[in-house]
Each structure stands twice: as C-alpha cells, then as structure tokens.
C-alpha cells in the first residue's frame, strides 16, 4: 500500500478550501491516480497482445483509449497539486494502492480482451461516479467537475466495449434475445 500519510500529504496553498477537506479530497485523487495509471497500462497490454481476426480495430482502439487514460492521469495528478496535496504517480505507487485486479495473461482472442477491459472500466467507472459525490459533498465542485468530464468519457468506452459483447450474447443459443437474467449477469460481472 502506499502510505496513507503521502497520498493526503498537504503543502501549504493559498486555495480557498479548508485542509481537512483538501486531505480528504487528494486522497481520493491519488486513489483515481492509482486506478487510472494501471488501467491505461492494462489498456496498452491489451493493445500490444491481442489477436485474431479483430486484431487491426481493436488494436487501434484500445490504443486510442489508453490515450485518454494518460490525459485523465495528468488531469488527475495536477489537481492533486493545485490542491497542494502530492500525487502519488510512480507506477509502483499505482500498483500498491490499484482498486482493480491484475490483468489476465492467459486471454489471446479480441473478445476476451474486450471482457477483460469491461471487467475493469465497469468498477472504474463506479469508482469515479462516487467519486463526483464525495468530492460535492466536500465542498469542491471543480474537482466534482473533473470527475464528471473524466466520468462521461469513460461511460461512453464502456459502451464501445459492452457493444461487442452485447451482439455476442444476444445470439448465444438459438438465436432468441438474451433474457433480463442474463443481462443481469452481464452487468453484475461489470
Ligand atoms: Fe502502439
């Protein structure tokens, strides 16, 4: 873990936001830094490993994604900053504090990288809609906003990877629609 005093570490700033807040709102910053730095790079692993007929688009795609990961990895760094707090941002730093699992390095075939990453956006994005609140509910309606833009984004990646998979498990079996129970499982998995 990383410690706990170094993610809410304080530097003086002349930021009108009591420290108690601040602390409590870059602490949950370096919890995002952490989590958005492990998925970019498991976004790039995906990227760099998969295989199989999709191979050239989702390719292409997972590297565009990973683009917008290490653009939400500085924005969230240099909030932290701006809020005198410390960003934890080494990728050992990242590894030790990462609210996701490790990636999978048995998968080959492009649906089951896609799985893979659906199985990760969907607790990220939990993470950073709770996120909006607790940093409202602190007073900081930039850092809310932050999350918002950063939130908006990711929901739209998950649909660009649920999509290959909802196609997929609507034609399972003889081909009749998936049934409310299966959809539930497929975003309980998520
Ligand atoms: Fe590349």
Not at 65 to 87: P, W
Not at 122 to 139: S, V
Request: glycine share 6%; hydrophobic share 40%.
């Amino acid at each position: 873990m990383t410690d706990n005093k170094l993610a809410s570490r304080l530097y003086p700033t002349r930021i009108d936001i009591p420290a108690d807040a601040r602390s409590k709102i870059v602490a949950i910053l370096n919890q995002t830094l952490a989590a958005t730095s492990d998925l970019k790079s498991q976004t790039k692993q995906a990227h760099w490993n998969v295989k199989g007929t999709d191979f050239y688009q989702l390719h292409e795609l997972f590297d565009e994604i990973a683009g917008e990961l290490e653009e939400f990895i500085d924005l969230v760094a240099e909030r932290i900053t701006a809020l005198g707090g410390y960003a934890c941002g080494t990728v050992r730093m990242a590894a030790a504090s990462s609210i996701l699992p490790e990636y999978p390095t048995e998968i080959i075939a492009g649906m089951e990288h896609v799985t893979a990453l659906a199985d990760r956006f969907g607790p990220y994005a939990k993470h950073l809609r709770e996120a909006i609140d607790k940093t409202n509910d602190l007073g900081d309606a930039d850092t809310a906003d932050l999350y918002t833009e950063v939130s908006r984004t990711i929901d739209k990646r998950l649909w660009f990877l649920d999509a290959h998979l909802q196609a997929a498990a609507n034609n399972s079996g003889n081909g009749a629609p998936a049934t409310a129970q299966n959809l539930d499982r497929t975003a309980a998995r998520v």
